[in-house]
């Protein structure tokens, strides 16, 4: 009789112990990997009156903490002025342009903006007035 109960209570415990590994398996197969986990946001810019936008010194993006050389250059600006950049990592940054004058003057202009995780950072910029 005790060997019989003996045996109930071990297999009792062996039930009881697969169940939680079980759980305790299902949780962590259900988390993401940390190179599944994405840490970069993007970024969309609307130029308003994009026509007054330098064509030869085209928009640069600064890191904020590194503003002696851009991140990225020479950006081109498309025909509805609407500028694009995916895959930008979490951060601050700015974004450096340079507005025409109709008397054949320039001058640059920065906006600064922000980056979020899995967001895309959306910027409309009036060029005239600036």
């Known amino acids: 009789m005790k060997v019989l109960e003996q045996m ?7 039930v009881i112990k697969t169940y939680f590994l079980a759980i305790f398996v299902m949780i962590f197969s259900s988390c993401q990997n940390d190179n599944e986990i994405k840490t970069t946001g993007d970024l969309v810019v609307t ?3 994009f026509q007054y936008l330098s064509t030869t010194d085209l928009p640069k993006i600064y890191v904020m903490d590194d503003i002696s050389y851009p991140l ?3 950006i081109i600006v ?4 609407i500028l694009r950049i995916q895959d930008l ?3 601050n940054y700015y974004l450096m342009y340079t507005r025409l004058y109709d008397g054949g003057g320039a001058a640059s202009f920065k906006k600064l903006f922000q ?4 967001e895309t950072t959306e910027l409309s910029i009036k060029i005239i007035g600036n």
């Open 115 to 118: 980056i979020k995780a899995n």
């Open 47 to 49: 130029f308003k009156d």
């Open 78 to 81: 498309d025909s509805k002025g």
């Open 72 to 74: 990225i250059e020479q």
């Open 8 to 14: 109930k209570k071990m297999i009792t415990r062996g």
């Open 89 to 91: 990592n979490y951060g």
